[in-house]
């Protein structure tokens, strides 16, 4: 953990579920982590909780549909800290359905956020770590792009988009900036309230109550990829409640 320590951490999606669990664990370990979400009261007070435990944090309120807005997140990182050394793309949104049910604007949605919102938060850090020589990228993924479903087609696409992107750009950065994807299962957080069809909504909240696992899980396998010495990369990680098929 000592590689963790006066490390700064940009973090998306950041005002509850996964996000603030990877915010409020980093910042325990001694990282400064700058928090960006769209809900500013939450944000506001994940910090003050976060400083009221002896940790360092400031935030930005952003919307990662936003091209401007990563660049805002970076850039409020650097402004205060003088460096960002890791960004978490955690920011995600599903909407589950069938291909033939049409919901073009539920499609729109999870490009523009799970693949676009992806790829605004690395266009944003990637210039910041080329100037430093150094930097790490953690893009939050899902296990619904590993065991491919009826409903989640999509979703899973937007998914397994990054997960490409990602072993691309692992592939072009020689080292000097490294790309880790995590891919979490069934997790307990408030993912599901804005799934639209309310059957699959039902569905993942009945699933995420029998087996879904703490946030923290996700948050300690953030911590473990972020802590390696700098010549070691950890692509990717799995990490699902053990009863999950």
Not at 212 to 229: E, F
């Amino acid at each position: 953990m000592q590689n963790i320590k006066g490390k700064v951490v940009a973090i998306t999606g950041a005002s509850s579920g996964m996000g603030k669990a990877i915010a409020m664990e980093l910042a325990k370990n001694g990282a400064k982590v700058v928090l960006g979400a769209r809900r500013e009261a939450q944000l506001s007070a994940l910090v003050e909780e976060i400083k009221s435990e002896g940790g360092e944090a400031t935030f930005a309120q952003i919307d990662v549909k936003n091209r401007a807005d990563l660049v805002h997140l970076v850039d409020t990182a650097v402004g205060q800290y003088g460096k960002l050394d890791v960004i978490v793309n955690n920011a995600g949104v599903s909407q589950l359905s069938g291909i033939e049910d049409l919901d073009i604007e539920g499609w729109e949605e999870m490009i523009d956020v799970n693949l676009k919102g992806v790829l605004y938060g690395m266009a944003a850090a990637i210039p910041i770590f080329k100037q430093q020589q150094s930097g790490h990228i953690v893009n939050i993924i899902s296990t619904s792009g590993i065991k491919i479903v009826p409903m989640q087609g999509v979703y899973a696409g937007t998914k397994n988009a990054i997960r490409t992107i990602g072993e691309a750009f692992r592939q072009e950065s020689e080292g000097n900036i490294r790309i880790t994807g995590i891919s979490p299962g069934f997790v307990k957080t408030d993912f599901a309230n804005n799934i639209k069809n309310q059957e699959m909504k039902e569905a993942v909240q009945k699933g995420m109550q029998k087996i879904a696992i703490d946030p923290i899980a996700i948050a300690s396998a953030v911590i473990y990829a972020v802590s390696q010495p700098k010549d070691i990369e950890i692509g990717d990680i799995v990490i699902r409640p053990s009863k999950q098929n």
